[in-house]
């Protein structure tokens, strides 16, 4: 009589034990997978950064400045002309920009951009809707060159995504916002009216005066509005001094670093909380979440006006940034359509820190725990006293020293690169 030998199966506590041993390799794989795929997106990151820095510089050899950041179409002749502005014509806002572009426009052919730039440049016949009976942006109707303000969301190419705009680590995208943008012009270390000036076409007394406050303020590499910036305006060294600084987009989670607080308008007027930040930085640590410390505890101010949602936009919420807190920190202030400022920090989706493009091209992360002196210190300003008078050194320590461009600084750190 034959006999079978039967093989022996798996039993049930066996199985388990494979599938515990196979749970335990995925748990530790998975974070080495993770980190992997982040450090790749940051590197891309910078690669993007380089690439505009590399843009800057060759602009500066085709035309010996930088390019601005607040420039474009106006409806009034006698205002200041760019070197783009000779083909606008028209009045009208929907036929000029109002000077609201931001330095990403004007670099677009030195990032191989040439494209895009000549739809902008050149009277365009398109719209977002595709609407052949509306009343400008029409074969018969189209849209000036250099385009209407950038908040025009039937304006086509402002609401293209420019990949070496974009920081493959931040997941924004759509609506509400057009364009986006991750990396911003950086504007020094004092905020108080830099969005004002100079408008050489506007002489009253008002602005005038708030002219004054916005020179008093432009200390960084950007000055908004000044068509004429150089290289050899920087006098601290262009390694010494930070051309631009990444930012996170907002994605409508009340983040800290993307959008004020909503909070905010409790503490009074436009102008009253603003200078509120001139004096304290630190003003809006109040409506912090305590248990989440990196959000706000009621929401953000406006959802349809947060960080870096308008590449082509000159205001400092979408395309600009301080040195005022550091990396990461929160965004205290208002936005309004006054251009009145907040400390519009730089800011990623990135651990620890963001980047920053140094004005000679190199790119250098940043950690949050840069120092920055006090929080509670306040900028310098046109009537400030003491350490905060114009033109002395940085009240922000090391961070805020990096953000200006003329202010006798000494850098001694070793920057990482």
């Known amino acids: 009589m034959r006999r079978f030998k039967h093989s022996r199966g798996f039993t049930l506590v066996e199985l388990l034990v494979v599938i515990a041993i196979i749970g335990i390799l995925v748990g530790l794989l998975l974070p080495a997978v993770q980190a992997a795929r982040e450090a790749a997106r940051r590197m891309s990151c910078s690669n993007n950064f380089k690439q505009i820095g590399i843009g800057i510089h060759n602009y500066h050899s085709a035309y010996k400045r930088i390019p601005a950041q607040g420039i474009g179409t106006v409806a009034t002749p006698s205002q200041p002309r760019a070197w783009w ?31 895009l730039w000549d739809q902008i440049s ?25 385009g209407p303000t950038p908040g025009a969301i039937q304006y086509l190419p402002w609401t293209f995504e420019i990949p070496t705009y974009r920081c493959p ?22 905020h108080y009216f830099t969005m004002w000036g100079p408008w050489n076409n506007q002489r009253d007394t008002r602005v005038q005066g708030r002219v004054r406050h916005a020179q008093a303020a432009h200390r960084g590499f950007y000055k908004p509005f000044d068509e004429n910036g150089r290289f050899r305006d920087v006098l601290d060294g262009l390694s010494n001094t930070i051309a631009m600084g990444e930012i996170a987009t907002d994605l409508g989670d009340s983040f800290i670093s993307t959008s004020p ?63 005022i807190l550091p990396p990461n920190d929160v965004y205290c202030g208002r936005h309004n359509s006054n251009h009145l400022s907040g400390t519009a920090p730089v800011s990623s989706r990135h651990t620890g ?3 920053v493009l140094m004005a000679d091209g190199a790119v250098i992360f940043m950690t949050d725990s840069v120092e920055a002196g006090s929080r509670n210190q306040g900028d310098v300003w046109l009537n400030g006293t003491g350490d905060r008078a114009p033109g002395n050194e940085s009240p922000h ?3 805020g020293a990096l953000g200006t461009r003329a202010s006798s600084e000494t850098i001694q750190e070793q920057l990482n690169q």
């Open 122 to 146: 050149n009277p365009n016949a398109t719209r977002t809707d595709g609407d052949p009976n509306a009343p400008i942006g029409t074969r018969a109707a189209p849209w000036a060159a250099m």
């Open 85 to 115: 502005q000779e083909s606008a014509a028209g009045t009208g806002t929907l036929l000029v920009n109002n000077r609201r572009l931001s330095t990403l426009v004007g670099l677009l052919p030195f990032i191989e951009q040439q494209g």
């Open 397 to 399: 320590g090391l961070w």
């Open 261 to 323: 607080p909503r909070d905010g308008r409790g503490l009074g007027g436009n102008l009253a909380v603003i200078r509120m930040v001139r004096d304290n930085p630190g003003t809006c640590d109040q409506f912090i979440d305590p248990d989440r410390p990196r959000y706000w505890l009621n929401g953000g101010d406006r959802l349809t006006h947060a960080r870096g949602f308008k590449w082509a936009d000159a205001n400092q919420m979408f395309s600009g940034c301080f040195t």
């Open 169 to 190: 680590s931040d997941p924004g995208v759509g609506l509400p916002a057009l364009g986006r943008t991750n990396y911003a012009a950086c504007m020094g270390d004092s």
């Open 353 to 355: 820190g963001a980047h």
